[in-house]
């Protein structure tokens, strides 16, 4: 499986980004995705997830009410949609598949694409 995340750059507090992770190689639509981000200094820590077939989200509490999961299986596709955006948001963020169950620990995820960065400052 190939991952390849986009749509991350430099934005202001209070502004929104929208990433993009396209997949290829494997039946995307039969796999739970997820989003991660690692701050410089600091572990790599759970964003949001979202099931197969998009109708179960999860997110990690500093995104909730903030950040938005979703797919398109027909494009292979999945997004993240990032508002309010603040500067502890600065991260490079990874998209990711597992092939099992949902989780949010990053070591039990199978499949990784290479990371976009998010710098939020003013």
């Known amino acids: 499986v190939q991952l390849q995340a986009s749509g991350g750059g430099l934005v202001r507090p209070g502004d929104s980004l929208k990433l993009s992770c396209a997949a290829s190689g494997r039946t995307f639509s039969s796999y739970t995705m997820g989003w991660f981000r690692q701050a410089p200094g600091k572990e790599r820590e759970f964003v949001a997830a979202i099931s197969w077939s998009g109708g179960s989200t999860y997110y990690a509490d500093s995104v909730k009410g903030r950040f938005t999961i979703s797919r398109d299986n027909a494009k292979n596709t999945v997004y993240l949609q990032m508002n309010s955006l603040k500067p502890e948001d600065t991260a490079v963020y990874y998209c990711?598949?597992?092939?099992?169950?949902?989780?949010?620990?990053?070591?039990?995820?199978?499949?990784w694409g290479q990371g976009t960065l998010v710098t939020v400052s003013s």
């Open positions: 990711a598949l597992v092939v099992g169950a949902v989780s949010d620990y990053p070591y039990e995820y199978d499949y």
